[in-house]
């Protein structure tokens, strides 16, 4: 068995700007690529739900194994280090929380999270590749593979053979994985895409809320356009990061489990479906994504809240005014509004001033808002429950094949696909 990665060992994958709070271009992008995936340099957070960031229950056609598939996606990360502490557990400050959201015409989903943090996970995913590496797997890294066919996969300009076929590209991958389904005549569907921005505040704001959930996840229907907009991916005292595509730029966060700064981030998103005749969400989604990486010059937009709803654009001036401190610095000062579609703009101006019901002063003036967060789902490839193709012998897992959009998701979509070809080859699995 052989795993082939574009990127980087786990313990050479470093991001410069976690120092600097300036981006240098590495290139492949340390956060996107290397051993652990894109969920590799994140904040490590487990979210221990069969429903948050996919359904598995669609393909173990049981919600009941899709629990068990949680437990044991989860079971195998302790085993590999993680620590046992586990957030949302407190139903007194759950039902609180719930019936404050309740309250603003917000939904909470009430979700157990692990937080392993950016700096232990590559203790975690070290002990993996360890455990591999004892049972004969080659791992090849900073090889980039050009090309699947089936039974064969073309590595640096060589052929190699292959009984079967995992492909787990990863967000990064997952253009050129759509390319190489096409080439193969894999079904493919367009999912809708998330397009808004990164919101800082003061720690202190966000506090009471994620004391009673790590990340917590709130859902909002806007008011003038009847539009889905959700916070994901919470950084507690974290860091805003810059992410680098092939065509532009965009933002993350990250959080430390010894290390803090003295804010907090999440992504504020934008659910947007198309329908016919343009159905290509990811295409819109880098559209918009190339528009905001020309408007910043390159770097990421970064404006105060107040600005954005005064209709002005924010200055270094105005930010320092504020009591907010930027954690990026590699960012242009701007108007988020000339990049973004009003439509989005209106919904997240919306949806900010509703969540400052259930949080107070997270939609302050001051309030900083970095553009553009877009999440660019890869475009869903069919499977049968066992991840299989309709090539054969081909499965598929993980975001980058559509059928994730997390790190517990995405590894137990792995699970079903080891097991459907340890199934169909005839092996004995060994769970050891």
Known sequence: MTIVDWGNDINKRYCPATKTGK???CVPCHIMSGLGGAGGMSSGILNLRYDIGGDLSKFTKSVEKAEELVKEVDEIFVENGAPK?????????IDELARKAA???????PIPQRHIGSEYLPNVINSIRQKLEKRGVKILLNTRVESISPGKVVINGSTVKADYILAAPGRVGADWFAAQARTLGLKLTHLPVDIGVRVEVPAVVYEPVVRVNRDPK????????????????????GWVMEERYDDHVGVNGQSLRNKKSKNTNFAFLVHVGLTQPVTDTNAYGRSIAYLATTIGGGRPLIQRMG????????TWERIERGHVVPT???????DISMALPGRIVTDIIEGLERLDKVVPGVASDSTLLYAPEVKLYAMQINVDQNMETSVP???VAGDGAGLSRGIVTAAATGLLAARGIIKKSGAESHTS
């Open 393 to 395: 012998n081909l499965f």
């Open 23 to 25: 981006c240098i271009g």
């Open 307 to 314: 600005d954005l709803r005064a209709g002005r654009r924010s």
């Open 103 to 109: 309250a603003a015409g917000i939904r909470f989903i």
């Open 218 to 237: 709130f859902h909002i229907q806007t008011k003038t356009f009847d539009d889905f907009v959700r916070t994901f991916c919470t950084n507690a005292e």
């Open 85 to 93: 502490e586990v957030y949302g557990l407190d139903t007194a400050g």
């Open 328 to 334: 990026l610095k590699s960012v242009t000062p701007g």
